[in-house]
């Protein structure tokens, strides 16, 4: 069975610096990755993607992520933070067996002025 | 319409009672999925319909939770006997998914659950 694991519950970065969320998966096939972005009542939205080729994606709001088949992660980034990028941030896994998408626990990134 | 609509946004019942909460898909989606999200925590998955039927169905919790999809559009997530620990958020995506899982999801703003 699939599973992410997301090991910080809370980031903290100030304005202006790069910010980093780490995501690490387990899957029995080919992993389909997924960011999404949760901002206070609101629904989910999606930020970015892996399915196949570049292992740099580059997503929504500045954001992108890395995979990494041997670390066996997704970790997402940006290069400058923004205060406005303070939400809750899931990152999600299928593998290419079914088409249900499971979650991590969620992070919390805090951007500080 | 142009994102996934859920209603209701805000369901308050009693301990025991019959629930419904209804999802609307962007049109054209094949695949629909219900998750719950408790406070603090990412969203559980409990159901996934492509077209009219169940494709998994592996994460409702138990025979108090039924979800239906009769005409593959509009879903209706069924709760029977509600009991405290129902309450949650209770979200709906849809997807352009025909298999394959490499489709992102688009989320409604979920329908709050709170049983007392």
């Known amino acids: 069975a699939q599973s992410v694991a997301q090991p910080e519950d809370q980031v903290n970065v100030a304005e202006g610096n790069p910010l980093t969320v780490k995501c690490t998966y387990s899957v029995s096939g080919n992993p389909y990755l997924f960011w999404y972005v949760q901002y206070p009542n609101r629904g989910l939205q999606f930020l970015l993607k892996?399915?196949?080729?570049?292992?740099l994606v580059k997503g929504s709001y500045g954001f992108e992520a890395e995979f990494n088949k041997s670390q066996t992660s997704f970790h997402l980034k940006k290069p400058s933070a923004l205060v406005s990028d303070s939400a809750l941030y899931f990152c999600a896994v299928r593998d290419g067996h079914t088409d249900k998408l499971i979650f991590g626990t969620g992070t919390r990134l805090q951007v500080f002025p | 319409g142009a994102g996934v609509s859920q209603t209701p946004s805000n369901k308050v019942t009693e301990k025991g009672k019959y629930v419904e909460l209804r999802c609307d898909p962007i049109s054209g989606h094949t695949a629909l999925y219900w998750y719950r999200q408790s406070l603090g925590q990412g969203p559980e998955f409990l159901i996934y319909f492509q077209g009219t039927g169940a494709a998994d169905d592996s994460g409702l919790p138990n025979d108090r939770f039924f979800a239906v999809r009769p005409e593959g559009s509009v879903s209706t997530l069924k709760i029977q006997r509600t009991e405290r620990g129902d309450s949650a958020v209770y979200l709906c995506a849809s997807s352009l998914n025909s298999g394959g899982g490499t489709g992102e999801l688009f989320f409604g703003e979920g329908s709050r659950l709170t049983v007392l």
């Open positions: 892996y399915i196949t080729g570049d292992n």
